[in-house]
């Protein structure tokens, strides 16, 4: 491995760079969707501890090669969050902040659902949910059958989980011991047009994916710390894991939080310019 792979992700013991990398993809995320009139804005913000995590601590990857043979692998699987993974990319130098300024716009490839056509560091289009923790599991397993030691991490959201095909990969995963496939779930517990509750419940949710043969780790998946230690998965095991993140849809602007109103609404004009400014004021306390 040439140098240029080894200084990858800072490993660092200290939650300050991933902070303020998760405070600068909520505010872009923001901008983007405020700019192309997008939905998801509280998808989005829900996962930005997560991703920021990832990117600045966890996750194996090269913004100057990004399709580097050793990576590590992340798939979005709840896609219609895109705008904080492209934030995220952008961020840590994988193509220039600028592009961020094209999302959702006409001849876009900032698709508002995520994409790989033409955007480094995006492993796998999604969208239709469901989809994501298949084929990360499929990559595992063509990793492990080549003898290779990149992770494949996959996050999904929480009502996602009412999907099948899920449940057969994550049957799947754990029969063929694919210890270096992590899912995420990202449990803010609102889907769609009300709270997964309402929906369909997933309850007892961690027992769920132990009996299915994981291991399971539930975390604040708004603290860093422990985010980045049930990410990072020193255990020796063959047992893929499952972090379960309990969220807080929105989070990070007050008014945005816990309303399915934001899976849909636009943020503009007063809304966006207070949103801005309660990111501001988390900043400078």
């Not at 990149?150 to 899920?166: I, K, Q, T």
């Not at 710390?225 to 807080?248: F, G, K, N, Y």
Request: charged letters at 25%; proline letters at 3%; a negative charge.
């Amino acid at each position: 491995m040439t140098q240029a792979h080894t200084g990858i992700h800072a490993r660092t013991d200290s939650a300050d760079a991933s902070r303020d990398l998760a405070r600068r993809v909520r505010r872009h995320a923001l901008h983007m969707t405020s700019r192309g009139g997008s939905s998801h804005i509280g998808s989005a913000l829900s996962i930005a501890d997560i991703v920021a995590v990832l990117y600045a601590d966890v996750l194996r990857v090269n913004p100057a090669d990004p399709g580097w043979g050793g990576r590590d692998r992340f798939i979005l699987s709840k896609g219609h969050a895109g705008a904080a993974v492209y934030a995220v990319l952008a961020e840590r130098g994988f193509f220039p902040l600028e592009r961020l300024r094209e999302h959702y716009q006409d001849g876009s490839m900032l698709s508002g659902h995520v994409s790989h056509k033409g955007i480094p560091g995006v492993e796998f289009s999604t969208g239709s949910l469901g989809h994501g923790l298949p084929v990360a599991t499929g990559m595992a397993l063509g990793a492990q059958l080549d003898g290779r030691d990149h992770r494949v991490v996959a996050l999904l959201s929480d009502g996602e989980c009412d999907e099948g095909s899920n449940w057969e990969a994550a049957l799947f995963a754990a029969h063929h011991r694919l210890s270096r496939l992590t899912a995420i779930i990202d449990y803010n517990k609102i889907q769609s047009l009300g709270t997964v509750e309402e929906t369909l419940t997933l309850e007892p949710f961690a027992d769920k994916w132990r009996a299915f043969g994981w291991r399971v780790r539930e975390v604040d998946g708004h603290d860093h710390t422990h985010l980045r230690a049930a990410l990072r998965d020193d255990e020796a095991s063959t047992r893929p894991l499952c972090v379960i993140a309990h969220t807080v849809k929105g989070k990070g602007v007050s008014f945005m939080e816990q309303q399915v109103l934001w899976h849909y609404r636009t943020p503009r004009g007063a809304e966006l310019e207070a949103a801005l400014r309660e990111l501001d004021r988390e900043e400078e306390g």
